[in-house]
């Protein structure tokens, strides 16, 4: 099959953990051991996040006086593109020295008119204080928003509308070529009136690329690999349930976080509305049974329930 995975946060750095390079290193040899047997059988594209290292990338350059402004958002998504694609590349390469691997950093267009851009609600980098991110926010032109207890910085999150380098990784796909792209949902661009590309200050969701990307490929399954083993019904109360097999119009008639299960639920939604085909959410450590639906949320079309 044709795979295409989306690596969660948690698979580079655990809740609470400081974003030292070593954990994440260590986070992500982990995750390497888990992906790797998916890549005996199977043509597999490997997505991840990129939160953490993009807001230490951006607190960085903020406070760094030799700059007249700090690096805007797109050129740190494309730093860590560079710098999580190597770590993934060395780790999945030393499980499997036998393969061929390759780590792409891409681009994904957007609308310059997409409504995001107006109201920015993508958390991004570390928390803070009220009074310390609104001294950080006058200070750099940031806009801040709470977050839980504390308060972080946000930047617009437009809807992904293609990947521009997808005839590339489908081509290096077809080489038996395993490819680490995407990554923070990919750098984000617009198209100018002439035709050219040009960078925009945003984060993109990186499920959602995923998800269209998986589309493009025409991929067998999209798996969303996260810290849970499925998809709760009633998270939270004494009625919590997990969800085995189940639609897109199942789980549209439900809610979920906004910050949290939401985009995951939302991007396997669009990817079998969109293609026919199933999607899985559930943990890292089970990706071998998810793409075969004996573990996790295995979501399938309507038609087929």
């Not at 489908?170 to 617009?190: M, R």
């Not at 269209?212 to 999209?222: F, G, M, P, V």
């Not at 997990?242 to 396997?268: N, W, Y």
Request: proline share 6%.
């Amino acid at each position: 099959m044709r795979i295409v995975v989306a690596l969660g946060g948690n698979a580079l750095l655990r809740r609470g953990q400081v974003p030292d390079a070593d954990a994440q290193v260590e986070n992500i040899r982990a995750a390497a051991r888990a992906l790797a047997p998916l890549t005996d059988d199977h043509e597999v594209v490997i997505t991840h996040g990129n939160g953490p290292q993009v807001g230490v990338l951006a607190m960085e350059s903020a406070a760094d006086p030799r700059l007249t402004r700090s690096y805007p958002f797109d050129a740190l998504g494309a730093m860590t593109q560079g710098l999580i694609g190597y770590w993934i590349l060395q780790a999945m390469g030393n499980e499997r020295p036998y393969r061929q691997f390759a780590s792409i950093i891409n681009q994904t267009l957007v609308d310059a008119e997409d409504p995001a851009f107006e109201d920015p609600t993508k958390f991004v980098g570390e928390s803070f204080s009220e009074e310390d991110a609104r001294t950080l926010a006058d200070r750099h032109g940031w806009q801040v928003r709470r977050d839980g207890d504390q308060w972080r910085r946000v930047v617009a999150s437009p809807r992904p509308r293609e990947i521009i380098e997808t005839k590339l990784i489908d081509h290096l796909l077809d080489e038996s070529i395993i490819v680490v792209c995407a990554g923070g949902g990919g750098v984000p661009v617009v198209r100018t009136g002439t035709g050219d590309l040009r960078g925009v200050e945003a984060v993109i969701d990186k499920d959602l690329s995923a998800a269209l990307l998986a589309q493009r490929l025409k991929a067998d399954r999209l798996l969303v690999l996260t810290d849970v083993a499925a998809v709760v019904a009633g998270y939270g109360t004494p009625e919590a349930t997990p969800i085995r097999h189940t639609t897109p119009g199942q789980l549209r008639a439900m809610d979920f976080p906004a910050g949290s299960m939401g985009p995951k639920v939302e991007a396997v939604c669009r990817f079998v509305e969109s293609s026919g085909r199933a999607a899985a959410i559930g943990s890292l450590a089970h990706a071998v049974d998810l793409a075969t639906g004996t573990q996790g949320t295995y979501v399938t079309p309507d038609q087929d329930r």
